[in-house]
């Protein structure tokens, strides 16, 4: 038996990315950072107010970035990049010149896409390494959040160990610009 055509493959969705605004997009990352699926977000019992400060606090600091991935204009996820130097991992590693550090979130929805929070990581990461000063990227999720450490190995991350911080016990692994276009095939 012949497999049904159906036609050509879609195409990745094209993401844009703009600074959070934590004032004008609170509400909005509210909902996402306390739904029960982003309980790996440490932000569920969040007041809505809780997230504008949070947000506020990283606007402000040098060190810590936070941006709305965007499809088609509409906001469709989170990212920050962070100097683990001097944020998240400060004391746990070694850090190498050229590190940096990212979270991202895909909001739970309804309606999920197949392949989509792939392609928002594959965003993500190729966003990062288009700042020629970024060598490695380097990642501290829960050691429970299974799911992330697939999409992680995906997309070139090598786990090394775990590290004890205070609200978790984090998978620390790395992925380097080399190791990201092998996983991907760029």
């Known amino acids: 038996m012949t497999p049904a055509h159906t036609g050509p493959a ?3 969705p094209a993401f844009a990315f703009r600074p959070v605004d934590p004032l004008s997009d609170a509400e909005l990352l509210h909902s996402w950072v306390t739904h029960p699926k982003a309980a790996f977000w440490m932000m ?3 007041r809505l107010e809780d997230v ?3 947000y506020m606090e990283i606007a402000a600091d040098d ?6 991935g965007l499809r088609d204009g509409t906001p469709a996820f989170l990212m920050e990049r962070y100097d683990p130097a001097r944020r998240e991992l400060v004391g746990l590693y070694e ?6 550090g990212m979270h991202f979130l895909v909001p739970a929805t309804g309606t999920p896409v197949h392949g989509f929070t792939r ?4 965003a993500v990461m190729a966003h990062l390494f288009e700042d020629p000063a970024t060598h490695r990227v380097v990642v501290e999720p829960d050691v429970r959040n299974t799911a992330v450490h697939a999409l992680n190995a995906a997309v070139g991350f090598v786990p090394e160990r ?5 609200e978790k016990t984090a998978l620390l692994s790395f992925c380097t610009r080399e ?3 092998k996983a991907v095939s760029i």
């Open 119 to 122: 392609a928002v990581i594959t």
């Open 10 to 12: 879609a195409a990745p």
């Open 63 to 68: 060190h810590h970035h936070a941006l709305l």
């Open 52 to 54: 504008e400060r949070a």
């Open 162 to 166: 775990e590290v004890h911080k205070p």
């Open 179 to 181: 190791q990201f276009e």
């Open 44 to 46: 569920g019992d969040a």
């Open 95 to 100: 850090p190498q010149p050229g590190d940096t």
